[in-house]
């Protein structure tokens, strides 16, 4: 056994960091290397379901489930621990509760969100990031509804619920809302026809990227269930009473409500920019072999990094199948670095994108075929299970799948 | 058919107003009489089960029931709307959306939490009352364990939770707490230890009126369980911050709490008060028939009244057992005042008393005999069930019932 084994460090259990180490040990011996697994809490979460727990649409204990249940526990060491920072000349990683020292670094932390410095969003509104941030919209959009009947004066800005953006993330959230907001109406007793969902989008369109079919039947479908719409109009300030949006060139308006959610954007991971990398909003344009440019032993993926496609020679959207990919290619490209051949260069597959509106509907692009209706939000859960059965295989498919498709 | 049929309006649809009309239609018939029952919604809820909604081991849905599934509708006119005052000259009640013209007024409007003039009791402490204010303290005490994983600083008051009394309600709400602490730390992902569930009494001791072999095994299990208590201590003040308590002459204590309960009495409701009835606490001491003295024509029941106890020169304490008790002697009462006959006098028959200490325990005494534990949570669940028996019979007992013995 050799005594100075390479020390391989991967932070972050997300799509791209489990996906590496799920695979690692197939290109890495025992004897090969050390690897040691960090990440925040001891569960791995969907981060593509979040919208449903945020909603309470789904649990989101079904959004989750133990990083030791997936990854090989003889052959990876999993810290459960906050990174605080890298620090890449003493080739060290700083833990809320001690140090690792690494030869070979993997950074999958993942995204934060970006309020672009608008006034008040960081304070008073709302992000779908987490499992943390998801329980606490569920329940907080939960006491305002508990709250509207307790109370003599009635208050609207209770029953009103603002989402800043219209892309993926806020559109996939619209979704759900529309399903639970009936629920909620049942369980507190409030009529439907007092609770409004309004959108407010900047951009000049909703789902920006999306075919125009596919666009309009989401907005048709959202407005059929009582979704309001406020394009080519920014969230301009976020305060404790509601949001002040307004169109260019226009007299803003002032809406009251005690729920402002924020879904217009996300940014690489602090720790990133601080650790010194270059970056774009926090994200590493990274080489082709998924290294960061002049560190040749530091890989960076999913949502921290930034892959351009040479094609359009603009970056691909942060997925999580992009994540997932480029994991087997760290995986790869790690094993090659320690015991030698020419590393690979990552060559994204984007097998389409799906978004729901709510369990039952769906608009997307799947292998260049448009889809809506039952057909898309069947391709939906499919793609879901899959990033359960890429990283725990048929087993957790089948613990924590989507299974009721129609 | 007589043209002007008296009219009988029942105000309130608790145990006692509910009780009355359910057995009305046998004494007086489609000729006698009109008769009307207002209540503020449109269903009947278990008041004794509050504190179960409350902690949120059982759903409000599970403890309430539609009105017009209990009542004859062909016989009784249900009103849902708010009564607003009561003008005993003009025999006219005044509700929020009209007014009711009678000729024989039935008052069980119950009772609202008393606050003993302690400041800022009102504006920031929950009480336990009714399905609205159960799911109000129900999903604010979730907001608090989901919030606390999403604070950098961590903060010990959100996990703080006061129970300002130690009588029937707020021992038995302490029980449900205990039994629903852990489901919620392993909900938010919260260590137990960190949950702290603190009982402040004025009085010198817990449950007071009850057997002291029976105290102390509440006091028992309760601690076992988590709950802290401090006896012989006043809460003093209520703030958004928490609560100061104190002992006499000793320096006050600040309990730093998100959620504090005011479980520590009721007063008879204010619209009694302010139609001019002589009243202690907004009860009015009812004749042994339950007239309101000096109003041939006002019955009192439940809450709203207080009846005495010859033996021993003090009232009764305001039960739903004593409640519908009265409401069969109401019912009786009123078919006589209407066809003759000498009213009857209200005789309570009291079977006993239990309190419950979470789903599987309970202390107290039935038909003379004292019990704990299994035969007394047995026998709560009994009495739980007697009252649906007794206001909807077999149907709602089945439907409504807690039938989870063992
Ligand atoms: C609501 C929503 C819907 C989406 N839908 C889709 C979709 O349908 N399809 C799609 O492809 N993409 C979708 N995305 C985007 C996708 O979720 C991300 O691109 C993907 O999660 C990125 O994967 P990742 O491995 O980079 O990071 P993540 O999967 O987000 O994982 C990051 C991990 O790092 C951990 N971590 C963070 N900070 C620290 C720290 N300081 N210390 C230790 N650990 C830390 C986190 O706990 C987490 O486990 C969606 C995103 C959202 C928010
Ligand atoms: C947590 C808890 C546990 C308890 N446990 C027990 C127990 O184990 N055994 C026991 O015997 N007693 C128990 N009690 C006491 C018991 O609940 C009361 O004594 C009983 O509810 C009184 O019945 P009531 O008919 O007077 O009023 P309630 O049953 O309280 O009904 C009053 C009705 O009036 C309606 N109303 C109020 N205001 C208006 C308005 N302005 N307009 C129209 N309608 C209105 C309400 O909606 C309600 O339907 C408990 C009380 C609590 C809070």
Same mark, same amino acid.
């Given at each position: 056994?050799?005594?100075?084994?390479?020390?391989?460090?991967?932070?972050?259990?997300?799509?791209?960091?489990?996906?590496?180490?799920?695979?690692?040990?197939?290109?890495?011996?025992?004897?090969?290397?050390?690897?040691?697994?960090?990440?925040?809490?001891?569960?791995?979460?969907?981060?593509?379901?979040?919208?449903?727990?945020?909603?309470?649409?789904?649990?989101?204990? !079904?959004?989750?489930? *133990?990083?030791?249940?997936?990854?090989?526990?003889?052959?990876?060491?999993?810290?459960?621990?906050?990174?605080?920072?890298?620090?890449?000349?003493?080739?060290?990683?700083?833990?809320?509760?001690? $140090?690792? *020292?690494?030869?070979?670094?993997?950074?999958?932390?993942?995204?934060?969100? $970006?309020?672009?410095?608008?006034?008040?969003?960081?304070?008073?509104?709302?992000?779908?990031? @987490?499992?943390?941030?998801?329980?606490?919209?569920?329940?907080?959009? $939960?006491? *305002?509804?508990?709250?509207?009947?307790? $109370?003599?004066?009635?208050?609207?800005?209770?029953?009103?619920?603002?989402?800043?953006?219209?892309?993926?993330?806020?559109?996939?959230?619209?979704?759900?809302?529309?399903? !639970?907001?009936?629920?909620?109406?049942?369980?507190?007793?409030?009529?439907?026809?007092?609770?409004?969902?309004?959108?407010?989008?900047?951009?000049?369109?909703?789902?920006?990227?999306?075919?125009?079919?596919?666009?309009?039947?989401?907005?048709?479908?959202?407005?059929?269930?009582?979704?309001?719409?406020?394009?080519?109009?920014?969230?301009?300030?976020?305060?404790?009473?509601?949001?002040?949006?307004?169109?260019?060139?226009?007299?803003?308006?002032?809406?009251?409500?005690?729920?402002?959610?924020?879904?217009?954007?996300?940014?690489?991971?602090?720790?990133?920019?601080?650790?010194?990398?270059? @970056?774009?909003?926090?994200?590493?344009?990274?080489?082709?072999?998924?290294?960061?440019?002049?560190?040749?032993?530091?890989?960076?993926?999913?949502?921290?990094?930034?892959?351009?496609?040479?094609?359009?020679? !603009?970056?691909?959207?942060?997925?999580?199948?992009?994540?997932?990919?480029?994991?087997?290619?760290?995986?790869? @490209?790690?094993?090659?670095?320690?015991?030698?051949?020419?590393?690979?260069?990552?060559?994204?597959?984007?097998?389409?994108?799906?978004?729901?509106?709510?369990?039952?509907?769906?608009?997307?692009?799947?292998?260049? !075929?448009?889809?809506?209706?039952?057909?898309?939000?069947?391709?939906?859960?499919?793609?879901? @299970?899959?990033?359960?059965?890429?990283?725990?295989?048929?087993?957790?498919?089948?613990?924590?799948?989507?299974?009721?498709?129609?």
């Amino acid at each position: 056994m050799a005594l100075n084994k390479p020390k391989i460090v991967i932070l972050g259990a997300g799509y791209g960091g489990l996906m590496t180490v799920t695979r690692l040990t197939k290109y890495v011996g025992p004897n090969d290397a050390d690897i040691t697994l960090v990440n925040k809490h001891n569960y791995h979460y969907e981060t593509t379901w979040m919208h449903e727990a945020s909603a309470g649409t789904l649990h989101h204990d !079904r959004c989750r489930y *133990q990083i030791k249940d997936v990854i090989n526990q003889s052959r990876v060491n999993f810290v459960q621990d906050t990174v605080k920072a890298i620090k890449i000349d003493e080739k060290k990683v700083v833990l809320a509760n001690g $140090e690792l *020292q690494y030869d070979y670094l993997v950074i999958g932390l993942g995204a934060v969100p $970006e309020t672009f410095g608008i006034k008040g969003l960081k304070e008073y509104a709302f992000p779908i990031a @987490n499992i943390n941030t998801s329980r606490l919209l569920r329940e907080h959009i $939960e006491l *305002q509804f508990a709250t509207y009947n307790t $109370e003599a004066e009635k208050r609207p800005d209770r029953l009103t619920i603002v989402v800043g953006g219209a892309g993926f993330t806020g559109i996939e959230f619209l979704g759900e809302l529309a399903a !639970r907001v009936p629920e909620l109406c049942k369980e507190y007793d409030v009529d439907r026809s007092l609770v409004r969902i309004i959108c407010v989008e900047a951009a000049p369109t909703v789902l920006p990227g999306f075919d125009p079919e596919l666009v309009d039947y989401a907005v048709h479908y959202l407005e059929e269930n009582g979704v309001e719409f406020k394009i080519g109009t920014a969230v301009q300030e976020c305060t404790p009473e509601g949001v002040r949006v307004g169109k260019k060139d226009e007299e803003p308006e002032q809406i009251k409500s005690q729920t402002v959610v924020w879904a217009a954007g996300v940014r690489g991971h602090p720790i990133v920019e601080e650790a010194g990398f270059e @970056n774009m909003r926090g994200r590493v344009k990274v080489n082709p072999d998924l290294r960061a440019p002049g560190h040749d032993n530091v890989f960076i993926l999913g949502d921290s990094s930034l892959f351009m496609n040479e094609d359009t020679e !603009r970056p691909y959207p942060p997925t999580a199948q992009i994540a997932m990919q480029q994991g087997i290619t760290v995986a790869k @490209n790690l094993g090659r670095l320690i015991k030698g051949g020419e590393l690979e260069e990552f060559k994204p597959d984007i097998k389409g994108t799906v978004a729901s509106l709510g369990e039952h509907n769906a608009v997307g692009v799947v292998y260049g !075929r448009k889809l809506k209706g039952t057909p898309a939000s069947f391709m939906k859960k499919v793609i879901d @299970n899959r990033s359960l059965f890429m990283i725990g295989g048929l087993g957790l498919t089948l613990k924590k799948g989507k299974f009721k498709f129609f």
